[in-house]
Nanobody
């Protein structure tokens, strides 16, 4: 059974930083790309960032490029999202997800490319 558990969310002032973590189990973590998505109230879930299976490639949504950094530690089965210079519009529930295909070469940004999801962690940025 694949499990993804996010942590690190919270309340922060605009301009502040948070680091999200996602611990994975039940699958050979290092074989799969990982992604972070977010969903604000009344909006669809949207792509934030993704990293390929060995950490050599990353991809970001334009809205977070230059402020967020995704990384992974395959020895710890954990993926991270460092969020700096946070803005009120970053407020959302953040989800990590694992790619459905082994060793995928291209990083995908659609929710349908990911088959297992965490329960989400709330990030609230006050102005």
């Amino acid at each position: 059974q694949v499990q993804l558990v996010e942590s690190g969310g919270g309340l922060v002032q605009a301009g502040g930083s948070l680091r999200l973590s996602c611990a994975a189990s039940g699958r050979t973590f290092s074989n799969y790309a990982m992604g972070w998505f977010r969903q604000a109230p009344g909006k669809e879930r949207e792509f934030v960032a993704a990293i390929n299976w060995n950490g050599g490639r990353t991809y970001y949504a334009d809205s977070v490029k230059g402020r967020f950094t995704i990384s992974r530690d395959n020895a710890k089965n954990t993926v991270y999202l460092q969020m700096n210079r946070l803005k009120p519009e970053d407020t959302a529930v953040y989800y990590c997800a694992t790619d459905s295909n082994l060793f995928r070469i291209v990083i995908l940004t659609t929710t349908t490319a990911y088959d297992y999801w965490g329960q989400g962690t709330q990030v609230t940025v006050s102005s």
